[in-house]
């Protein structure tokens, strides 16, 4: 028996959807949500492969938008069509819309405390090292040594010596789809 691209979406509830978007919406924030979905969609429910949810990340981070809404979006609509797109993005949205709403309102009275921003500088070390944890992890499986090449490129240009990541991009991205298109096809086709 085949496997059937519909009926892999019908397996996945959305309920299951909901829950596990909705759990990386109230748990995680800026550049760690990626590593929270990669943990729950590859490393715990195998819902996506670690080459399907690196098309996914790229891809949105590509499009205009909120990286995490997109990717859920994404992961959703891939799972279980448009409704579960739709679904998954409520469940990332709901949860960190609710906090920034109560998070403005606290820190619009404690604002100046210094506890306030231990408590900020604390909640983006972890984002950063979430960040980095994902990068590693996925690092780990690049067997070619271009990718890490454009890579550290990327982190040398706009990470350290911060040019504009739009001509950055303009310039990586064609080189990079011409070293697959290369690679996919060998050096002697």
């Known amino acids: 028996m085949t496997s059937d691209p519909v009926t892999q979406k019908t397996r996945v509830p959305l309920s299951a959807l909901l829950l596990v978007f909705f759990h990386v919406g109230v748990t995680s924030f800026g550049g760690s949500t990626a590593a929270w979905l990669y943990r729950e969609l590859v490393e715990r429910r195998g819902w996506l492969d ?21 990717l859920s979006i994404y992961v959703g609509s891939h799972l279980r069509g448009g409704i579960g797109g739709t679904v998954a993005a409520f ?11 109560a998070f ?26 979430m960040t980095l944890y ?9 067997r070619k040594p271009v990718p890490v090449l454009i890579g550290a490129a990327i982190f040398l240009t706009v990470g350290v010596l911060h040019w504009p990541m739009l001509p950055v991009v303009l310039v990586v991205t064609p080189a990079s789809i011409a070293f697959q298109r290369w690679s996919s096809r060998g050096p002697s086709a």
Do not use: D, W
């Not at 469940?91 to 709403?101: D, E, K, Q, R, S």
């Not at 994902?134 to 690049?142: D, I």
């Open 134 to 142: 994902t990068g590693v992890k996925l690092a780990r499986t690049v």
């Open 50 to 70: 670690e080459e399907h949810f690196m098309t996914a990340l790229t891809l949105s981070q590509v499009l205009p938008g909120a990286n995490p809404v997109n």
């Open 91 to 101: 469940g990332m949205v709901a949860p960190p819309f609710c906090v920034i709403l």
């Open 104 to 129: 403005g309102y606290i820190y619009v009275h404690y604002g100046t405390s210094a506890t306030a921003h231990a408590v900020l500088g604390g909640l983006a070390a972890v984002g950063i090292g």
